[in-house]
């Protein structure tokens, strides 16, 4: 087991390149079973835990893969098992994403439920109410969904609420339908659009991915082909905080600045400065910061994934803040881990009211889920003397290196490994 060390208080500089999408990657990861022919070349793949369980389930299925650095050659030409049913299956969430994309190829598959962080109750009824009206038939049993289906026929679907995770599983299935599927009430978020794209260079036929409409027109078969993940909105949005957070300047590279307008804008509400070029942005911040007020919200909204970060950094900020989480219901949990460093939060219910402190000073904590533990490193670094952070399992699953990105930067974070 490891832990990360961070000794608080550096004002940190730099650039940094951010790393592939890991919520477009581990889609994109799954989609690729559906090509019957050819090798899907996929280049800008994060090395992040759930990625590495994605390609040991992929396997596990009969494909043959490839890794590089940073990218992936999938085989998927001769799938041998349409049953998912691994601790990998369970242990992370975007493992949901095998039932859309078996049921889509041979229109039928065994999937275990999928974990993930615990945010909250986190249901796949949208998945199932999507599939169902696309013909299939489904049972949960012993844990697992079983689904099958004669034909797959496209139909309307319109989604009770936005989700993320139903909109690009419904959308994989639909891709090899037969006929038009059309998604209303579909999430917007940039890797819904970046799976639509890597579909629509296998051959899908897949339009208005970016809208709250999707309009899929189905396919016979899908091919191998080369495409590049874009770059991680939340993984940035954590160094943009960073840099408000410690007084810093840090410019975030490969990224797609008008992702991050919503962060960008409140950091400007804060009082930071916040610079736009073309594949770049830098966070400039010198003077104390000011509260604000923020709800998370689906894209374009504030991201429900940046609202624990930015959370830490309304713990020094002057005055009171405001943070509804209308997303999950149980996504304070870093709360209790922040006040043991000296914050004055109170969370009622789905509502954290923050009151501005002076500083924040090191101490023992968890990370409690992936984000939570951006949190506390954000924490860590802007706090005074030493933070232990534990329980970094979380925070692997889905930041490249934190630890060496952040020390580029100038910060004293460490990873240790904790003596049983
Ligand atoms: C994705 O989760 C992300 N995970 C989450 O990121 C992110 O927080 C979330 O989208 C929202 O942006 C992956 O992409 C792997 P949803 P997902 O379906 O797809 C309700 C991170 O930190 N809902 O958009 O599971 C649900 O309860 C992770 O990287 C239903 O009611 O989220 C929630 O309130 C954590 N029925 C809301 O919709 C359903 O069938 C949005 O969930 C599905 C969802």
Redesign the pocket.
């Known amino acids: 087991m490891e832990k990360l060390v961070v000794h608080g208080g550096n004002r940190l500089f730099g650039d940094i390149d951010i790393s592939g999408a890991?919520?477009a990657a581990?889609?994109i990861i799954p989609a690729a079973l559906m090509a019957s022919e050819g090798t899907c070349h996929i280049d800008n793949i994060p090395s992040i835990e759930?990625v590495h369980c994605l390609e040991r389930i992929t396997k596990s299925l009969g494909c043959k893969i490839k890794t590089n650095v940073n990218s992936l050659d999938i085989d998927s030409s001769e799938i041998t098992n349409l049953d998912a049913c691994t601790e990998d299956v369970r242990r992370m969430?975007?493992s949901y994403y095998f039932i859309g994309a078996l049921l889509g190829r041979f229109k039928k598959a065994r999937v275990e439920l999928p974990g993930?962080?615990p945010?909250?109750?986190?249901?796949?009824?949208?998945?199932?109410?999507g599939f169902e009206a696309l013909g299939a038939t489904v049972k949960i049993e012993h844990g697992a969904v079983n689904i099958k289906a004669d034909r797959l026929i496209g139909t309307n679907i319109f989604f009770?609420?936005?989700?993320?995770?139903?909109t690009?599983n419904v959308m994989l299935a639909a891709t090899l339908a037969e006929g038009i599927t059309t998604l209303e009430n579909a999430?917007r978020?940039p890797?819904v659009v970046d799976v639509a794209n890597f579909l629509n260079f296998m051959g899908a036929n897949v339009k208005g991915a970016g809208t709250d409409i999707i309009r899929i027109t189905g396919v016979e078969k899908l091919y191998g082909c080369s495409y590049s993940v874009i770059p991680d909105q939340?993984e940035a949005g954590t160094f943009m905080i960073a840099a408000a957070a410690t007084g810093g300047e840090i410019t975030v590279k490969n990224v797609i600045p008008k992702h991050l307008e919503s962060i960008s804008a409140k950091l400007i509400e804060m009082g930071a400065e916040v610079i736009e070029q073309d594949d770049s942005v830098t966070v400039r911040s010198k003077g104390k910061l000011k509260g604000v007020n923020i709800k998370t919200n689906?894209?374009p909204g504030f991201?429900?994934?940046v609202q624990q970060p930015m959370s830490t950094l309304l713990c020094v900020a002057e005055g009171r803040s405001i943070v509804t989480e209308s997303?999950?219901?149980s996504r304070f949990k870093h709360v209790d881990e922040l006040k043991k460093m000296g914050a004055d939060v109170k969370v009622e219910g789905r509502t954290a009211i923050i009151e501005g402190r002076e500083k924040l000073t090191g101490a023992v904590v968890k990370a409690t889920?992936?984000?939570a533990g951006a949190a506390m490193v954000i924490a860590g670094l802007l706090a005074e003397g030493r933070t232990e952070i534990h329980s970094i399992e979380h925070i692997d699953r889905?930041y490249p290196n934190i630890e060496v990105k952040f020390q580029k930067l100038g910060a004293k974070i460490y990873r240790e490994t904790i003596k049983e």
């Open positions: 890991k919520n581990v889609a759930d969430r975007a993930g962080c945010i909250g109750v986190r249901p796949i009824d949208q998945h199932i109410k009770d609420v936005v989700s993320v995770g139903a690009i999430a978020e890797h939340i689906p894209y991201p429900t994934d997303i999950w219901e889920d992936l984000r889905g």
